[in-house]
């Protein structure tokens, strides 16, 4: 069994003559804003056409549009019953697809796919892969517990080689708030103290290979620790597991019992610990940039009429008023603060009454959202989403009180800007963003 690391969340499975991947990625970016860490820049991925693939749960870093677009047609997929993972594959084209539950068996041949359960409120897996000497489990984003690791021991009776755990805990509210925080360090230290029972040959750091070239913020204030933080956790409570980080393109071959590590790159532990302090490891004393400055494109006079003439005639007619009475009893002025424009959206939710005002006028919302322009119109075209843009530095919340900032993001979502409404017309435009080719013709 030969497992590649791709990036992110994204494995390579080679095994019983079967390809599968994990959480497809095979763009030097994702969501236009963030590469692998370490950065090795260009790469030539020459990888062969999955067999199938092993969908982990519905956010923009684990479902890569651009990536997916290039696939067969037929290409089959496993995932977690979940309604939004599946609206995205059915929406590309995608038939072949099997919703698992937790603890439910996949059998191909001689491997076995189990998914593992992650307790959050939507649907998301684990996996366990399993073929005839050898084991492997990546837990991705899972929220996991104590009983799930005892049955995944009962399950592998000592075929676990090898298992890929998450240790981060990223807040993006916390991130657009650009609020002063201390990292929480209850999740690296609750999957340390779970992980301690696993019986598995080595435990890799994982799931959090992602860097920000364009932004130090995100790089100093998202990122909560560095693997090597979580590993030593993991030594404190148990001393003899053997663990290891895990860069870009690393392999890892087992095989009846015999695990192998292939590196990619030649980066030192001192070295590879130095490239994180420098360049990703959370800094409580950085302080970003304040107020957001525009660095987008030129807005057309069209485009700058399109947005007054929304905000005009359609928000308060696309407002979800079932919404409405939350921002009354905050007694919200919100202000759309769009970076790069003369003038900004202000929104009375007391008095219901949304105008277009000089940038001024700012100064007497109680609620702001900052926003790019372009931005804004890629929103407003469906060329974005809001979700993804939140996994970004482009949009940040103010507000006189923290229940108003908080609520700035949904002033915005609910205006007509939710995922929903906007979704089929993305996965067109993303799709065909893409090489419009498939891996191998």
């Not at 598995?200 to 992602?210: E, F, K, P, Q, S």
């Not at 949904?410 to 993303?430: C, P, V, W």
């Amino acid at each position: 069994m030969l497992v590649k690391n791709i990036g992110h969340a994204c494995l390579y499975i080679n095994t019983q003559g079967l390809n599968i991947y994990t959480d497809f990625w095979i763009e030097h970016n994702m969501m236009g804003v963030c590469r692998r860490f370490p950065d090795f820049g260009e790469i030539e991925f020459n990888l062969p056409h999955p067999d199938y693939i092993l969908l982990s749960h519905h956010h923009w870093d684990h479902i890569v549009i651009e990536s997916l677009a290039r696939l067969k047609k037929e290409t089959k997929f496993i995932i977690p019953h979940s309604p939004q993972v599946y609206q995205i594959l059915t929406k590309m084209g995608f038939s072949d697809i099997t919703q698992i539950h937790p603890w439910e068996e996949y059998i191909i041949g001689e491997v076995k796919i189990i998914g593992t359960p992650s307790h959050v409120p939507f649907g998301e897996l684990g996996y366990y892969i399993e073929d005839s000497q050898d084991a492997f489990l990546t837990l991705v984003d899972s929220v996991f517990h104590q009983e799930d690791i005892l049955k995944i021991n009962e399950i592998s009776n000592g075929k676990l080689r090898f298992c890929f755990a998450p240790y981060q805990a990223y807040n993006e509210m916390d991130v657009i708030l650009r609020k002063d925080f201390t990292p929480d360090r209850r999740t690296l230290k609750k999957n340390a103290f779970i992980l301690k029972d696993l019986q598995v040959d080595l435990l890799i750091a994982y799931a959090d290979g992602l860097y920000y070239p364009q932004s130090e913020y995100m790089n100093k204030k998202s990122f909560a620790y560095t693997p090597f933080e979580f590993i030593d956790e993991v030594l404190d409570l148990n001393p003899k597991q053997k663990c290891s980080i895990c860069n870009p393109f690393d392999e890892f071959l087992a095989n009846g019992g015999e695990l192998k590590i292939q590196r990619y790159s030649n980066i030192s532990i001192p070295d590879l610990i130095s490239l994180y302090e420098d360049f990703r490891s959370f800094d409580k004393a950085y302080t970003p940039e304040w107020p957001m400055t525009y660095k987008g494109r030129k807005i057309a006079k069209a485009e700058k009429k399109k947005i007054k003439s929304y905000f005009e005639d359609k928000y308060l007619q696309s407002f979800d008023q079932t919404q409405r009475v939350h921002f009354v009893n905050l007694e919200m002025v919100f202000g759309l603060d769009i970076l790069g424009l003369d003038f900004i959206v202000m929104m009375d939710f007391v008095k219901n009454i949304c105008s277009i005002k000089k940038r001024a006028y700012l100064k007497d919302c109680n609620s702001v959202l900052h926003i790019r322009a372009d931005n804004l119109i890629d929103l407003m075209c469906s060329r974005e989403l809001l979700t993804r843009l939140m996994q970004s530095d482009e949009i940040a919340l103010s507000g006189d009180t923290y229940p108003r900032a908080y609520k700035a993001l949904d002033a915005l979502k609910y205006g007509g800007f939710e995922d929903q409404f906007h979704l089929d017309k993305y996965i067109e435009t993303a799709s065909a963003k893409s090489y419009a080719q498939t891996i191998i013709e």
